[in-house]
């Protein structure tokens, strides 16, 4: 066995690295999208694969979300695995009709004739100054349409294994990446290329008095709220990274909360039908016998994304630490 | 605007250097689409399908473009009312008609409307999506594909006048000027977008211009003449395999029904306008061109509109008696490998509906 050589690196740049690993070892994985080329996307994720891998493979495509989306499934459904960049998951929308009704509904509708095995890159949430529209999380939008897959990774391990997961699925994946995240601390990570498999949550931290279920840049902030109530009254924390969205684990979801019995949800996207509903429904609906206090979820407001004032609409430590604490004291 | 033959059938132009075979598989596939329309009208008229989209008057522009094409290596990306390119190339009116009843051999599985057919043989047919002008930057991503691969395969994708105001005509056209895939687009301009006319669409002079703006060239033809168009999209089809690029087609023609089974066209169409259009009918100026070269012998025509007025109906009869499709398929499809939350919705929905007693067996099917 050879001695697996790793790298520590920021998490944008495990999603880089992720995707040379699967252009390497799959000609027909291609990257699209508006500047991914020679400048390498705003964000630098593409960086350098068109000097590696040509413009025939990485390419910059006309400003124009829909028209990304739109020929990325043309071109799954004729043998490539297009992986698409939306710059800024805000401006996905224009995409909403071909992602909704052609990429997550083909399969289906042409009782599997035709599939998209596609992914969709992008960047999402705040704490990063972008307002309005630079800041948004839309997965409940997509969470909510069958044929489609969300992944949200947390961390650089997560986002290049689950990235490679996303490539090698046959099913149209939406893949959020958290850009509050995208260079926020370093990590080792394999040089190979490897899988984690979609659907899989991932125990951040164990316990058995709570559990937080979150995901993507709440992670970090969850994580440091269950270590401060340990700290400040020994509770066991348990804190629970969803990672895939659609399909989600649920069964690992129920078995959390029947282990603790007190669950928090925490998300940056508006309360309102977002996913900590769901998540407080599963709990309602197969595991109420085992509630020890009502279903809190830490959330966005049910506004629009503010400027200025961003780190007052988004969840932090002290808001997801409060939530535990009234679960603690039920 | 290009023609070959005028509303009389008189040849006005040199027709296409076409074999007679396929020169008579277009006027079938014609009337094919004909018949076709005629036993959807009277299956929508008494209740036994719900909805169908008629054909009637633009026959010529899906059998002219279809025929064009190689069914071995390209593709169609069809506007919904495009029949005949599909029976152009052999998809069996049986598995048509299956679709308009959505029973348990339909290619969709009974899960969409009638006429949202899906094809992979004879030819690759891109199942039919609702929103409009969706399928254009498909056909354009299938296309570049193509231009990867190295191979020389062809696009066409087809529309109507009412889509060229979608954004996905927009982007599909400009990815395609960028990129240079081999494409062709085939605008259906039959006047009217259900009851909105041209005016209300675009204030161009014409679709084909609209091309321009792409950098892609635009090309008018008489559409209600299937030689006209098949020698369009024949060169612009030739251009683009060889590296050539995209082609925009406009052809005109009228739309002879209802947009659909369940529109009244004389709600908004004058009768005058719409016997003016009558006379220039596809299939019988088709039909005076094909007399007169000898390629029909008197009594073929009329022995050709029987035979698929017999094939339309016992198609629609086997398919009627077919069973529905199973419960099952109302979950498979949504994702390769079934997820658990699914499974556990087929699984209640079975046990649910078989529990009922509404004709649903323990399996989830529904026998006759």
Known sequence: MTTATKTKMTLVQAVNDSLKCAMRADDSVLVLGEDVGPKGGVFLATDGLTAEFGEERCFDTPLSEDGIIGVGIGMAMNGMKPVCEIQFQDFIFPAFDQIVSEAAKMRYRSGGQYTVPMVIRTPYGGGIRGGLYHSQSGEAYFCHTPGLKVVVPSNPYDAKGLLAAAIADPDPVLFLEPKALYRSSKMEVPDEEYIIPLSKVATVIDGDELVVFCYGAMVPVCTKAAERVKESRGASIRVVDLRTLMPLDEEAVLDAIRECGRVVTVHEAPRFCGFGAEISALAAEHAIEYLEAPVKRVTGFDTPFPNTLEHYYMPDTRRVVDAIEEALDF | ?368
């Open chain 2, 1 to 368: 605007m290009i023609q070959i033959l005028d509303p009389k059938g008189n040849q006005v132009g040199t027709p296409p250097n076409v074999d007679p075979k396929v020169v008579i598989r277009m006027y079938r596939a014609m009337v094919a689409t004909r018949q076709f329309d005629d036993r959807a009208m009277k299956l929508q008229r008494t209740g036994k399908v719900g909805f169908s989209i008629p054909n009637e008057g633009i026959e010529a522009v899906s059998a002219g473009a279809a025929a064009a094409l190689d069914a071995s290596k390209d593709w169609i990306a069809p506007h919904y009312r495009d029949f005949a390119m599909a029976l152009f190339h052999g998809v069996k009116p049986q598995e048509m008609m299956d679709n308009m009843f959505g029973n348990q051999d339909d290619h969709a599985r009974g899960r969409q409307m009638p006429v949202h057919f899906t094809f992979t043989e004879p030819i690759r047919w891109l199942s039919i999506s609702s929103p409009l002008g969706t399928q254009v930057p498909n056909a354009v991503g299938i296309a570049m594909a193509m231009q990867k691969r190295g191979e020389d395969g062809v696009v066409l994708t087809s529309f109507g006048d009412g889509s060229t105001s979608t954004s996905g005509f927009h982007s599909g056209m400009n990815f395609a000027g960028v990129t240079q895939a081999p494409v062709v687009f085939l605008c259906q301009n039959n006047q009217y977008a259900i009851s909105c006319p041209v005016e209300k669409q675009t204030a161009s002079s014409s679709f084909a211009i609209k091309g321009e703006a792409y950098g892609i060239p635009g090309v008018k033809v008489d559409g209600n003449d299937v030689l006209a168009v098949y020698d369009a999209v024949k060169k612009a089809v030739d251009r683009a395999r060889n590296g050539g690029g995209p082609t925009l087609i406009e052809a005109l023609t009228f739309r002879m029904g209802g947009h659909s089974t369940s529109d009244d066209p004389r709600r908004y169409i004058e009768a005058s306008v719409m016997d003016e259009w009558a006379a220039k009918d596809p299939i019988a100026r088709f039909r005076v061109y094909l007399e007169r070269e000898g390629i029909l012998h008197p009594g073929d025509a009329d022995d050709i509109q029987e035979e698929f007025a017999a094939v339309m109906k016992e198609a629609s009869e086997v398919a009627e008696g077919k069973a529905r499709p199973a419960l099952e398929t109302i979950f498979s499809d949504t994702f390769k490998d079934m997820p658990e939350h699914l499974k556990a919705q087929r699984d209640w929905c079975i046990s649910h509906y078989s529990s009922r007693d509404e004709s649903v067996n323990e399996k989830g099917e529904f026998p006759l």
